[in-house]
């Protein structure tokens, strides 16, 4: 069965850095694709972040290139967001999930970032 | 690419049959997908290119459209359908999203 857990949310100062993993089971991590996608109180899913297979490529939303980077370690199945000069715009709840075939099939639960002073 | 669904809400009963409607703001040909999202839960893929349905998922849902305009169809609604469904495009990054439709129970 394929897991994803995401952790490392919290409540951080505007200004302040927080990283985001997602620990991932049941599938050969190494091989797939993998995003992140968020969702602000009451608003539209949005995706931030892709990182290929073997890290070959990565790709960014426009307001949070630079900020954000996105890295995975396969040796221990688990993907990251370091998130630097975080905005209380970047309130949201943060999903990690698997990105093959032009879909995102599985999903965690989600972990909460709160960016409030 | 901007992502419009349609109607951003619905009241519907169980046994009626549903459509919500997504339009992209430029062609993706078939790049569309359809989540359900249900309160406190991530999205659940539902449809994938346009029209495949995910394995596990009830064959009441169905997905046509290509293009610019796309339409998720529940044939008989049943109870734990009455949740939030999201378009997504993935024919380029950033991929984007609708707003999703909201679908009640009336």
């Known amino acids: 069965e394929v897991q994803l857990l995401e952790s490392g949310g919290g409540l951080v100062q505007p200004g302040g850095s927080l990283r985001l993993s997602c620990a991932a089971s049941?599938?050969?991590?190494?091989?797939?694709?993998m995003s992140w996608v968020r969702q602000a109180p009451g608003k539209r899913l949005e995706w931030l972040s892709s990182?290929?297979?073997?890290?070959?490529?990565?790709y960014y939303e426009g307001s949070v290139k630079g900020r954000f980077t996105i890295f995975r370690d396969d040796s221990k199945s688990t993907l990251h967001l370091q998130m630097n000069s975080l905005r209380p715009d970047d309130t949201a709840v943060y999903y990690c999930?698997?990105?093959?075939?032009?879909?995102?099939?599985?999903w965690g639960q989600g972990t909460l970032v709160t960016v409030s002073s | 690419i901007q992502m419009t669904q349609s109607p951003s809400s619905l009241s519907s009963s169980e046994g009626d049959r549903v459509t919500i409607t997504c339009r992209a703001s430029?062609?993706?040909?078939?790049?569309l997908n359809w989540y359900q999202q249900k309160p406190g839960s991530a999205p659940k893929l539902l449809i994938y290119?346009?029209?495949y349905l995910q394995t596990g998922v009830p064959s009441r849902f169905s997905g046509s459209g290509s293009g610019t305009d796309f339409t998720l169809t529940i044939s008989s609604l049943q109870p734990e359908d009455f949740a939030i469904y999201h378009c997504?495009?993935?024919?380029?990054?950033?991929?984007?999203f609708g707003q999703g439709t909201r679908l009640e129970i009336k």
């Open positions: 990182i290929t297979e073997s890290a070959t490529n990565t």
């Open positions: 997504q495009q993935s024919y380029t990054t950033p991929y984007t």
């Open positions: 999930a698997t990105d093959r075939d032009w879909r995102l099939e599985h």
């Open positions: 290119g346009a029209s």
């Open positions: 430029q062609s993706i040909s078939t790049f």
């Open positions: 049941g599938f050969t991590f190494s091989t797939y694709a």
